[in-house]
């Protein structure tokens, strides 16, 4: 079973950028397909971003495209968002998954992380 454990959110004003880092305990994380979440207080679990597990892909919800950037390094078991132009609206818990497909809704990944928070103030 993948464990996942995201780091790197925090809070930021309007304009600003972070990089959300998400590290997985096995090396069979590089069979997966990784994609990124966030969820915001009282709403649903909406798609961010994915990319297969051999760089395929990527894709982004319009809302971030231009904006953020979905990576993966399979030498250090790692996947990373990074951030930029971000807004009020970014505001959320971001999660990390892992699955066996490379699809836009939670229910394709088997294996999550626990979130990191991001705060965007204007």
């Known amino acids: 079973q993948v464990q996942l454990v995201e780091s790197g959110g925090g809070s930021v004003q309007a304009g600003g950028s972070l990089r959300l880092s998400c590290a997985a305990s096995?090396?069979?994380?590089?069979?997966?397909?990784m994609g990124w979440f966030r969820q915001a207080p009282g709403k649903e679990r909406q798609f961010v971003a994915a990319?297969?597990?051999?760089?395929?892909?990527?894709i982004y919800a319009d809302s971030v495209k231009g904006r953020f950037t979905i990576s993966r390094d399979n030498a250090k078991n790692t996947v990373y968002l990074q951030m930029n132009s971000l807004k009020p609206e970014d505001t959320a818990a971001y999660y990390c998954?892992?699955?066996?497909?490379?699809?836009?809704?939670?229910?394709?990944?088997?294996?999550w992380g626990q979130g990191t928070q991001v705060t965007v103030s204007s």
């Open positions: 998954a892992a699955g066996n497909r490379f699809v836009v809704v939670p229910q394709g990944y088997a294996y």
């Open positions: 096995e090396r069979t994380f590089r069979n997966y397909a």
């Open positions: 990319m297969t597990w051999n760089d395929g892909g990527p």
